[in-house]
T-cell receptor
Framework: DAGVTQSPTHLIKTRGQHVTLRCSPISGHKSVSWYQQVLGQGPQFIFQ???????GRGNFPDRFSARQFPNYSSELNVNALLLGDSALYLC?????????????FGAGTRLSVL | AQKVTQAQTEISVVEKEDVTLDCVYETRDTTYYLFWYKQPPSGELVFLIRRNSFDEQNEISGRYSWNFQKSTSSFNFTITASQVVDSAVYFCALSEEKFRSAGGTSYGKLTFGQGTILTVHP
């Protein structure tokens, strides 16, 4: 079975631009979460979606938004990019949206903002 | 607030040595879950183990073992007879059954430590 897939793998943008990152969960998983990992740090929670509803939001500005589609795939959008948005963006999928649900991660999208 | 601390930034060992990665956590909830993930250079976080707060039994899986002690809020990870393929960044993480933030309720949010870079030399 396919794992969590993310696209694109790498992305280079300039300040002020907009970016859309995509994630396909493991088949049967209904929850998708997004994390930002800055170099040298642990991943930071951005969003969680379950059954197309936002279940949680981390401490990120409104420039960050996301949505989940009927097939449970998800998009993360970031507007007005800043240099500090350069990071590895990780998507994780899980069966449910609770703390006990194991989150399985994709390989991430590495975003560079110049 | 939930917090995870991995005090060891980097560890370097020679193959076949045993190595222990430390993890200390903070939470106000009585129901919570602890995880370890491995992140090889490819970037993907690989799930290793999940423990719930009601189960303090230590667990062994091959060369890996985990020691969970609620009294010291620690969940340490030991690799026995380390191998070069064990070289990676290891993350400890915590989730509560229901995380309450200022903006509402967030289910299943993972809070990660800073990670420990493990290098195993041949």
């Amino acid at each position: 079975d396919a794992g969590v897939t993310q696209s694109p793998t790498h992305l280079i943008k300039t300040r002020g631009q907009h970016v859309t990152l995509r994630c396909s969960p493991i088949s049967g998983h209904k929850s998708v979460s997004w994390y930002q990992q800055v170099l040298g740090q642990g991943p930071q929670f951005i969003f969680q979606y379950y059954e197309k509803e936002e279940r949680g939001r981390g401490n990120f500005p409104d420039r960050f938004s996301a949505r989940q589609f009927p097939n449970y795939s998800s998009e993360l959008n970031v507007n007005a990019l800043l240099l500090g948005d350069s990071a590895l963006y990780l998507c994780a999928s899980s069966l449910g949206d609770r703390g006990h649900d194991i989150q399985y991660f994709g390989a991430g999208t590495r975003l560079s903002v110049l | 607030a939930q917090k995870v601390t991995q005090a060891q930034t980097e560890i370097s060992v020679v193959e076949k040595e045993d190595v222990t990665l430390d993890c200390v956590y903070e939470t106000r909830d009585t129901t919570y879950y602890l995880f370890w993930y491995k992140q090889p250079p490819s970037g993907e976080l690989v799930f290793l183990i999940r423990r719930n707060s009601f189960d303090e039994q230590n667990e062994i899986s091959g060369r890996y073992s985990w020691n969970f002690q609620k009294s010291t809020s620690s969940f340490n990870f030991t690799i026995t007879a380390s191998q070069v393929v064990d070289s990676a960044v290891y993350f400890c993480a915590l989730s509560e059954e229901k995380f309450r933030s200022a903006g509402g309720t967030s289910y299943g949010k993972l809070t990660f430590g800073q990670g420990t870079i493990l290098t195993v030399h041949p």
